[in-house]
């Protein structure tokens, strides 16, 4: 068992991962600015937390006394946005304060320009390039620390059910997702392979694709 802080327990894939987490008997500290929208059960190993990914103070008393972080933080909407690399600024230092190691980070297939397909980059990175781009300084963030760090690239994401059969890969990128009969992968399996992480060191300070 271990105690797990959950960044973007509101969204779909934190939820899947507290719910998964629970299920595993894990002790589960889901972070949210409103706790109450967080859309798991009552459980007794599971605490909420109502604090901003953005205010330094709140997420440094958060991360406290934790053995992992797992981070889905999202967000909303096609405008300028700071929320990942800023957030994950404060979850490293916090990290660092508190003496906590793992950290298992959401950001998305494609990020990497090098590995990017032409069309992918003048059809879907315009459209998403604050989203992006932002993920591009998150990681970025992430790969000068100095924890144990993987960082996890779903194509499109779908609420598709718990599979468990699933492909992932340090070197294969799918960018079809966004497209009809491109690679997809649910967020209950993006979730379920975030926890396995916990106890494998095969993808340590990688960056990994996971698919379908």
Do not use: C
């Not at 595993?24 to 967080?38: K, M, Q, W, Y």
Request: glycine share 8%.
């Amino acid at each position: 068992m271990s105690r797990l802080l959950i960044l973007g327990a509101t969204g779909g894939t934190g939820a899947a991962l507290v719910r998964q987490a629970l299920e595993a008997g894990h002790e589960v500290s889901a972070f949210a600015r409103n706790p109450a929208t967080i859309p798991v059960p009552h459980h007794e190993r599971l605490r909420a937390l109502r604090g901003d990914i953005m205010d330094a103070e709140q997420v440094s008393r958060a991360v406290a006394g934790h053995d992992a972080v797992l981070s889905a933080l999202g967000s909303r909407g096609l405008g300028p946005t700071r929320v990942y690399s800023e957030g994950i600024v404060n979850v490293l230092r916090a990290m660092k304060e508190h003496g906590v190691r793992r950290l298992i980070a959401v950001t998305a297939a494609g990020i990497d320009e090098q590995q990017s397909a032409l069309w992918f980059r003048l059809l879907v990175k315009p459209l998403l390039r604050n989203r992006y781009s932002d993920m591009v300084r998150m990681e970025e963030a992430v790969r000068q620390s100095d924890v144990a760090w993987t960082l996890v690239r779903p194509p499109k994401l779908t609420d598709g059910r718990l599979s468990k059969e699933y492909r992932a890969s340090v070197d294969h990128v799918p960018l079809g997702g966004y497209f009809v009969g491109g690679p997809t992968i649910s967020r209950e399996d993006t979730a379920h392979f975030m926890l396995a992480q916990l106890d494998s060191d095969e993808f340590v300070r990688n960056a990994v694709v996971v698919a379908y």
